[in-house]
């Protein structure tokens, strides 16, 4: 058993039975990456149904259409997006993964759980070369108990779950972080408490990270060099200034 932050290659896990649990982005490629490998089975261990999305629909990319509805409330655009899941992944529950009981931006909003960007998990879903699985409840003498009392037997077990932002032990004393230890101040703007310090990178956007983050580096940059912070320098005899 092992995280999916060990997981280096697919290849070591070629004829085995393996079982990914968790269906975010990490475990679903992981998943896709096990069977074009050539594991033996690969079972994907599902307790909340992700929404999936299209690399792309029709050559655009889908976070580009994602940046065009950012402005739409919030209802429009969990109806576009979910008009858009019908028309280009269709009805996976044949396949044994259930249709999301909540829209998916609302979703993002709500509970931070983002959709799968497929990298060939619809494909193998179809194909029958990924087992959608139940929630783990227990491990017992090998037996991976699951949901209702099923049990399966896999040779290997690689988790993909458990993920945090990991900020409490760096910066949790300063107040800087909210109950889910994020950053609840916008990127771009100091935290009251701790004026000099910004956050790049902890928004969690669907049109994109990398888009993102450079947005926030232009704000913070621009806020750091309208302070003028300035200081003096400790060593006795200058009376120079520098940038902080």
Known sequence: MLHSSAYRTAS??????????????????????????????????????????????????????????????????????SAVERLTVGDLSRYGMASPDRGL???????????????????????GEVD??????????????LAGGMRVRPRVVIAATGFT??????????GVLDSKGNPPTPAGRAAIQAPDLYFIGYSNPLSGHLRQFGIDARRVARNIGGNGHRHEPRGRGSGAKSRR
Do not use: C, M, W
């Open 12 to 81: 070591v896990y070629a004829g085995d039975d393996v079982l990914v649990v968790g269906a975010g982005n990490s475990g679903a490629e992981i998943a896709v990456d096990l069977v074009e490998h050539g594991a033996r089975s690969v079972s994907l261990s599902v307790r909340t149904a992700p929404h999936i999305v299209r690399r792309d629909v029709v050559g655009v990319p889908s976070q580009l259409l994602v940046v065009l509805l950012g402005r739409l409330p919030v209802r429009a655009v969990d109806s576009i997006a």
């Open 105 to 127: 931006y609302s979703r993002v909003l709500a509970d931070e759980r983002f959709p799968v960007l497929d990298v060939g998990l619809i494909g193998a879903l179809k194909r």
């Open 132 to 145: 959608v699985v139940p929630a783990v409840v227990a491990f017992d003498h090998g037996d991976v108990v």
């Open 165 to 174: 932002r990991g900020l409490d032990d760096l910066v949790g004393h300063l």
